[in-house]
């Protein structure tokens, strides 16, 4: 699961330092803003679950769901963009790269957190 929260923040900060060579100047600042915000917090996150596992993890989680749902719409536009309407021009893709980052740490976070609750409970009906 670190590995996951390692890789998630360093692909949001790759993406970030690319907006830099791929948009026009003012829309890439605010991209690499935006990405060394979330992709640093994730690599703290990933950090803090070195010292303490679940408060990493799970702060991990939350902000993969603020990097998701403030992708997501952008995820709906996306087969316009392939059709070849481009208004937004390459930021779209970069920022349904991140969404879909953040979806998929979300997940596994979820996923993670699940299968410990499910391992705890049996331990639990061990004791009893």
């Known amino acids: 699961m670190r590995i ?6 360093f692909a949001v900060l790759a993406l970030g330092c690319a907006a830099m060579h791929i948009l026009e100047r003012p829309a890439a600042y605010g991209f690499l803003t935006g990405a060394l915000t979330l992709g640093g917090a994730l690599i703290l996150c990933g950090l803090f679950s070195l010292r303490n596992r679940w408060h990493g993890i799970i702060g991990a989680g939350v902000l993969a769901l603020l990097g998701a749902s403030r992708g997501i719409e952008n995820l709906a536009a996306l087969p316009k963009f392939w059709l070849g309407e481009r208004g937004c021009g390459p930021a779209l893709l970069l ?4 969404a879909l980052i ?26 009893d």
């Open 4 to 9: 996951q929260i390692f890789g998630s923040g």
């Open 95 to 98: 920022e349904s790269a991140v």
């Open 102 to 127: 953040c979806i998929l740490l979300l997940s596994r976070v979820v996923r993670t957190l699940l299968a410990e609750k499910k391992r705890r409970l049996l331990a639990e009906e061990k004791d």
